[in-house]
């Protein structure tokens, strides 16, 4: 097993637009708030999406996921989502992502995410950018 980079937890709310009349979070929902954390984890890191897009036609695509879901998130819940990247090879990692109430820890849902990274025109891998790749040099 290769070593995993722990990237900073991140952050958010759940609002009413999140829930049914419950006020309990919709299961798809949990595909945007892991989302929203590996986009941050990439904008901390300098390492632009949209830039691979319009400069050198490549994206970051999720290839699999998996959930797994422990207790419902409710209606204004603080959330937590930890987040650890195992890299597979020079074109694709696998996100390890946990969904926690941020005010008792409670495990509410995690999930395995790989995320590949692609040339557009091709639909072939390509080796990440260096400055992700060196992430997992330090």
């Known amino acids: 097993m290769n070593p995993r980079f722990k990237s900073k937890d991140f952050h958010c709310r759940v609002y009413v637009e999140d829930t049914d009349f419950q006020g309990v979070v919709y299961h798809a929902n949990y595909l945007k708030y892991l989302e929203r954390a590996r986009s941050q984890f990439l904008i901390e890191n300098n390492l632009s999406q949209t830039d691979a897009m319009s400069k050198g036609n490549e994206s970051y695509v999720v290839k699999s996921i998996n959930l797994f879901y422990y207790h419902p998130a409710i209606l204004e819940d603080e959330l ?59």
């Open 80 to 138: 937590i989502v930890k987040t650890e990247i195992e890299l597979i090879s020079r074109a694709r990692t696998i996100f390890f992502q946990s969904v926690l109430n941020s005010k008792n820890d409670t495990l509410i849902c995690k999930g395995e995410v790989e995320v590949c990274f692609i040339n557009n025109d091709s639909g072939k891998p390509k080796a990440f950018p260096m400055g992700l790749l060196n992430l997992f040099k330090s």
